[in-house]
């Protein structure tokens, strides 16, 4: 079964760049499509990013040309690279595995202005 478990949140200014990063435990992140969501306080969860297992991406139209998500097989490791981040990008952040209905506990993003 696999695991996840969200790493690299934090507080910064708008502007600024912050990359998550999410581990996977098991023997099978090679072959499964990966995403990143996100819940802000009083809003529905949202997919942030997707890349599947050949790396093909998605982004959510407010994200494009800011956030870049990229996967490291041999690290079983997916990173979600967050650049000129607006106040609206506060959020928590979960990465998943929609396939196989498995998320991570989430990692706090707040952006302040």
């Known amino acids: 079964q696999v695991q996840l478990v969200e790493s690299g949140g934090g507080l910064v200014q708008a502007g600024g760049s912050l990359r998550l990063s999410c581990a996977a435990s098991?023997?099978?992140?090679?072959?499964?499509?990966m995403s990143w969501h996100r819940q802000a306080p009083g809003k529905e969860r949202e997919l942030v990013a997707s890349?599947?297992?050949?790396?093909?991406?998605y982004y959510t139209d407010s994200v494009k040309g800011r956030f870049t998500i990229s996967r490291e097989n041999a690290k079983n490791t997916l990173y979600l690279q967050m650049n000129s981040l607006k106040p609206e990008d506060t959020a928590i952040y979960y990465c998943?595995?929609?396939?196989?209905?498995?998320w991570g506990q989430g990692t706090q993003v707040t952006v302040s202005s």
């Open positions: 998943a595995s929609r396939g196989l209905n498995i």
């Open positions: 098991g023997t099978i992140f090679s072959i499964i499509a």
């Open positions: 890349i599947t297992s050949s790396g093909s991406t």
